[in-house]
């Protein structure tokens, strides 16, 4: 058996992690022969409800899950971490501004930046579930100076994961026939499922569907899916999510196969023209646990459109939490 | 690519379910190389709320699931199928009594067995988890005269899962260190767990532990966890039960270890004095799809007083349903 690696979550006994956990713990992120342990935290109020989560984990016997620890402290939480997953996050409660929102979560994100900086393996590997997941990231990143900003991504995965499952439906094909789709952007309403450069069995997926069905209803599809989820099951997704968080965070250690990518939100370094002070979804390759933007692709008007759409949104969001961001270049 | 199976899950809606499905999919019960066909059933009035789960289980765009077939008709739930799992059952509801409940159970476990009879591959695989388990599976045999009564188990893996990862914390060992846990009898607060026959890295457990603490913390313990989860969880155990649901299938399909047993509720044969009439928990060997309850093993008078408290409260079970009971000898 190896070393155990460390495993950090926040919001530990929300119904996110209530997927994940026991899919980590099962060894299906890491294999089968790499022990894990959890570090899960969680607000005060919540301890009680994580202390059945425990218990049910406990319950599991899994040969590969060596130590549980609760905590409500992020310092606590993030020591020695290999992994940390930040999926719990404010939700908008009644009468919440935007800006409220923005801010709350960005508090959060500040101190948990900080508590990552301080204690958390230097090759730690962040990923930023929780919404305004590309924003929570930016200021999640200039609160740990000391860590390469490359540590830290956020998940645009599920809308990844779903733009495939839509265009295989749409072809007739198995979503294992689908490559080299990508979603651009923030995790949110403007982000832009692209398929213009998506392949179908080899052959590129533009030749094999009508450009408007593209533009009236695979997009607006895609953007709003996670709204759609929400009016049919009465709560936002929560194991596609968990599923896409396990897909982002394997694709990022094990890589991407020869001839496909991954859409990852990531520090912007200037490329396709996305200002640099931005975390933006973008087709990354992986390999030996880094990751590269996909260079070159040819932007046409449509999408240059849309990229520019949520670069603004994305922009819009760093103004408000601007504040947070002192402690980084 | 091999065919795909086909898998049949009863109340598909349902919390057990959503933890369940996302990890069958992912392909952590038969491996990266086995597609999968998933059936869920579900009453009419959830239909719509599992229409949100197959839009999740779509967006995870899992490479090896190949259909999702949701159905309200057990007709068609059924159809062909390789794999059962019966998870779905009538919850108590306010002023019902424990007969009433004991009826309408096995009333929907009738039509399920029918159902298997009728339309299920001759070798389908069936696991009951829907309370009372071992009952409501002792329903279906009765109603599946066409089926080999083998073909249907009820599940205690949860319980065994739990009694290995208490002794593992109390002896200060990795749940992988311990072998030939056994869960007898009901599925209920008379199951049995025995440690007499553990080994703990290859030591009798009991030379380590205090049979003093087995029978007064141990065995209760185990006992009532399920009452203990719901008191703290809100809900009962959902997570830690789709594991165990996992576990029992793969056991009984990859067969157990050298040396090592798990324990499944299956047909008695009259071995250990239990009267053939039950569906009983005993330790099993698993072989080539099939499994064989362990023979010989010693009985001490604690024990069989155990055996023979739940075996009463399953004969009383079964008189309950026996009206049920009559399209069998």
Redesign the interface.
């Known amino acids: 058996m190896k070393t155990p690696v460390r495993i950090a979550v926040t919001g530990a006994a929300g119904q996110i992690n209530?997927?994940l956990?026991?899919?980590i713990a099962?060894g299906?992120l890491f294999g089968p022969k790499q022990p894990v342990i959890l570090h899960l935290l969680e607000i005060p109020q919540a301890m009680?409800?994580l202390?059945?989560?425990v218990?049910?984990?406990?319950?599991?016997?899994?040969?590969l899950l060596?130590a549980i620890h609760p905590t409500h402290d992020p310092n606590v939480a993030f020591r020695d971490v290999d992994y940390a997953f930040l999926i719990g996050a404010r939700p908008r409660g009644p009468g919440m501004k935007r800006a409220d929102l923005l801010d709350a979560n960005a508090q959060i994100f500040a101190t948990q930046g900080q508590a990552l900086n301080q204690h958390a393996h230097r090759n730690v590997k962040v990923l930023i579930c929780g919404n305004p997941a590309n924003t929570n990231c930016l200021v999640a990143i200039a609160n740990a100076p000391e860590l390469d900003s490359k540590n830290f991504t956020a998940m645009t995965r599920?809308d990844h994961?779903?733009a495939?499952?839509m265009l295989?439906?749409q072809c007739g094909v198995?979503?294992?026939d689908?490559k080299c789709m990508t979603v651009w952007g923030n995790h949110s309403c403007t982000q832009y499922p692209d398929v213009y450069h998506a392949k179908v069995k080899g052959k590129p997926a533009i030749q094999l569907i009508d450009e408007q069905w593209v533009i009236d209803t695979f997009v607006p599809t895609i953007q709003f899916?996670g709204a759609?989820?929400i009016k049919?099951?009465?709560q936002s997704?929560?194991?596609?999510a968990?599923?896409?968080a396990?897909d982002h965070m394997q694709t990022w250690v094990n890589g991407t196969a020869h001839g496909d990518w991954a859409s990852m939100a990531v520090p912007s370094d200037g490329i396709y023209g996305i200002s640099k002070d931005l975390v933006f979804s973008f087709p990354v390759t992986c390999k030996n646990g880094g990751y590269e933007i996909v260079p070159d692709l040819e932007i046409n008007k449509i999408s240059n459109e849309r990229l520019k759409l949520s670069e603004k949104e994305l922009q819009e969001e760093r103004k408000q939490i601007k504040n947070l961001l002192r402690n980084r270049k």
């Open positions: 209530y997927s956990l026991f899919r099962s299906e009680d409800h202390q059945g989560i218990m049910e984990l406990e319950d599991c016997a899994y040969p060596y599920l994961n779903r495939i499952s295989a439906h198995l979503t294992s689908i899916r759609e989820i049919i099951r009465g997704s929560a194991a596609s968990a599923n896409a396990i």
